[in-house]
């Protein structure tokens, strides 16, 4: 059997931002959790030592359960984590869960991020914590699991029953760790018809609300009394949390600041707010990210049409001028739309996103990369800033990114055939 040189498998300019088919099979794996029907990865992390983590919302016989899965650098499944290599639960006794993010802890311990459903229609935040062998965290929670209920059932949010997977619906969920090991979360409370309120949420370190946080343990994030939604969150070097998603209907896309303590910061844009239509769209903000230098960038969608978004900021919530005239960035990819779901900064001030188009079997895999002055990096991909992957006879879309040591990009989603799979594929860098 002949072996390829190593030089052969050096990327080259044209070859970065391709599938790497030196990685599993052929550039990707399927995500393997045992007696599972279905599986849909929402979250990707990389560990001390290279090792791929994996967030999923797992179908069992019996109803969805939150699934963490471990790869080994090479995408093969690391059988020495849980079981079989991957570990499926619930967070309380009784319905069904989720997982969304996974984040690998400096002490080698995994934080979870999900969703209990606690009936039918009614979901509540969760978070579970585990040891580097995927065993439940002692002293944190119950048995290293914890479900957030905050007074006056505000933690209650809405069960995506009906929107098709790849777009975006009632299910967010996202967290951060601030410096001193407490775990900073969001939520969506459901008053009525298209009536929200976001969340900001804290936890101690052993699981339990942080009354400290805000008085209470929580901020209610609402804007102008108008309809909020919140979808991604960004703890800042400096311990201010960054929180993005939507206000008002049609939708605006919005930024929010709060100090470590939970206070508006009013410093950031107007009385700690920002508010920006795309192109006289609607937005959507489905991740944020921060530079070395403090500037913060967001990532997600325009509204009617549906077109990937990034928008640009300088570290006190005003639009960058010198990266497309301080509005929004829009990219057009696909007959039906394209979103941005997910971004990481590269220590050389670019940043790759992964995202979908969307629409049935036109829903496959995207990936790009930005320059720091915001436009795409016209050397990756095919010279356009971003490609177009499509993995199998359907929907395929993209979740989740992370980016290794050596460069080479790994991406979490899922496909459809027969089910819904997990995958993780990886790009040259």
């Keep these: 059997m002949a072996v390829p040189s190593v030089l052969a498998l050096q990327p080259t300019l044209d070859s970065v931002g391709h599938l790497d088919i030196s990685f599993a099979n052929h550039g990707k794996t399927q995500v393997y959790f045992a007696g599972s029907i279905s599986s849909m990865a929402n979250g990707v992390a990389i560990d001390g030592q290279g090792r791929l983590l994996v967030a999923a919302k797992v179908g069992m016989p019996d109803g969805s359960r939150f699934g963490l899965a471990r790869l080994l650098e090479d995408g093969s499944a690391d059988l020495s984590f849980g079981a079989q290599g991957s570990v499926i639960g619930q967070f309380e006794p009784g319905f069904e869960a989720m997982a969304g993010k996974v984040h690998a802890l400096p002490d080698g311990r995994i934080l ?33 699991r914890c479900v957030v209920r905050l007074p006056g059932n505000l933690s209650h949010g809405v069960r995506d029953l009906w929107l098709p997977p790849g777009v975006p619906g009632a299910e967010a969920c996202d967290a951060g760790v601030q410096p001193d090991g407490c775990i900073v979360l969001i939520a969506n409370h459901h008053f009525e018809l298209a009536d929200h309120a976001g969340m900001l949420i804290r936890l101690d370190v052993d699981g339990t609300l942080d009354c ?81 230098n403090g500037e913060v960038q967001c990532f997600g969608s325009s509204r009617d049409p549906m077109r990937c978004l990034s928008l640009k900021i300088h570290s006190n919530g005003r639009p960058d001028m010198h990266c497309n005239g301080g509005l929004p960035h829009l990219l057009e990819v696909g007959r039906i ?93």
């Design 212 to 292: 400290s946080f805000n008085g209470r343990g929580f901020v209610v994030v609402r804007h102008l009394l108008m309809n909020t939604w919140l979808n991604s969150l960004r703890v800042q070097h400096d311990g201010r949390i960054l929180v993005g998603g939507s206000v008002n209907f049609p939708e605006e896309g919005l930024l929010a600041r709060y100090n470590a303590d939970g206070s508006l910061d009013e410093r950031f844009a107007v009385d700690g707010f920002m508010t920006f239509k795309a192109c006289g769209h609607g937005a959507q903000v489905s991740q944020i990210i921060q530079h070395d």
């Design 337 to 429: 739309g394209s979103q941005w779901t997910a971004a990481q900064a590269q220590p050389d001030g670019t940043v790759v996103t992964a995202g979908a188009t969307v629409g049935g079997v036109d829903a496959d895999f995207m990936l790009g990369r930005y320059l720091p002055d915001g436009q795409l990096d016209r050397n990756f991909g095919d010279g356009n800033g971003w490609i177009r992957t499509r993995l199998g006879r359907s929907l395929d879309t993209a979740t989740s990114l992370a980016v290794q040591a050596d460069g080479n990009i790994v991406v979490g989603g899922y496909s459809l055939d027969g089910n819904y799979h997990a995958i993780v594929v990886r790009y040259l860098g």
């Design 112 to 144: 979870l991020i999900g969703l209990h459903y606690e009936n039918a229609h009614r979901t509540l935040p969760a978070v579970a914590l585990f040891d580097a062998q995927g065993r439940p965290a002692q002293g944190f929670g119950d048995n290293g």
